[in-house]
């Protein structure tokens, strides 16, 4: 059936300017890391773009190597663009990164010139896109001069593949550097995106005091760290979960954190909420987060994550209570 998408679709998401640009994006972005790729069923993962895009999230996160296999979820993302967006790509926010490996050889991985650009040219090429509008470097490369990579970024932006750029996994120190030598360039820093959850904070500080001085947004990854900040391993590890079968969460991280997983599932009861409902929330009480990047294997993880919306506040007394659990 032909999609026509709902037209409340912006009544009831918020909308967050991104740094001290002239981008908004939406409190809450569907990302395909997992869940999207050519192993995946095209029809779901297609009625889940359609159900977030219907509820206002209109920011779609990609990367060169997300699938399985990899570039796979471009591919996808791609052909649902085809069939039900390409009259709305004005109304979409789509970011792709490069800086993991991608292709064999000395040029698939990393930060050099000659690896982002032609990433991002296949990129475009699995998508059906003329550009992106964010096209981040994915991490670090130890290696690289970083007047190389971000020379790279200035290149891609003044060539029209992207509207803006980005950097990923970066600590404080490096954000700023990469973040002086784009604006010497005259193509500023758009966005960062780190990993940040309760159990990694690793945020709050130096990166946070650098992202807010310099006016840089910021969208965080893995907010329910890997699945554990729901309400999934409360009563076990179920075998199709993530943690029985995947190197990214594993049995004894669930373990050694349970106590304090049921602690904070306590706590979002009493917020009238789910654990991941609370776990988004607390991403997103920073002033320096524009949006938290979400991931999902069925649409009814997406309504719960926009159910986080309702009760964004915490008390005094309710973050104390997070610090001391979690201490």
């Known amino acids: 059936m032909t999609y026509s998408p709902a037209s409340n679709r912006y009544d009831s998401m918020i909308y967050r300017r991104c740094g001290k640009s002239g981008l908004k994006l939406p409190a809450v972005s569907l990302g395909f890391w997992h869940n999207f790729g050519g192993v995946d069923l095209f029809e779901n993962s297609r009625e889940k773009v ?85 096209f981040y470097h994915h991490r670090p490369d130890p290696e690289t001069p970083l007047e190389e990579t971000m020379g790279a970024l200035d290149h891609i932006v003044k060539s029209g593949r992207a509207l803006y750029v980005g950097i990923s996994s970066y600590d404080g120190p490096s954000t700023q550097a990469a973040y002086d030598i784009l604006k010497s360039m005259g193509t500023p820093c758009l966005i ?40 999934r391993y409360l009563n076990g590890i179920p075998s199709d979960s993530r943690a029985a079968k995947s190197p990214f969460l594993t049995k004894d991280q669930v373990e050694s954190s349970l106590s304090k997983v049921k602690q904070l599932n306590e706590l979002a009861k009493k917020r009238g909420q789910k654990l991941s409902q609370l776990a988004l929330a607390f991403n997103l009480r920073l002033p320096e987060v524009t949006s938290v990047l979400i991931g999902a294997s069925r649409t009814e993880q997406i309504q719960d994550a926009l159910g986080a919306l309702q009760n964004l506040s915490f008390t005094s007394e309710e973050l104390q209570l997070i610090d001391s659990i979690l201490a």
């Open 192 to 231: 960062h995106q780190p990993q940040y959850h309760m159990f990694n904070r690793s945020l709050e500080g130096n990166l946070q005091s650098v992202l807010n001085k310099n006016g840089i947004g910021c969208i965080t990854f893995s907010p329910l760290a890997q699945g554990l900040l729901t309400d």
């Open 50 to 134: 359609r159900y977030a895009f219907d509820h206002g999230v209109c920011h779609f996160d990609l990367a060169n190597n997300y699938g399985p296999p990899a570039g796979s979820a471009e591919e996808t993302f791609g052909q649902i663009l085809k069939k039900d967006f390409l009259s709305y790509r004005d109304e979409m926010t789509i970011s792709t990164k490069a800086g993991w490996g991608m292709w064999p050889g000395p040029y698939g991985d990393f930060g050099s010139r000659k690896y982002l650009i032609a990433s991002l040219d296949q990129s475009l090429k699995r998508m059906g896109l003329d550009y992106v509008d964010i």
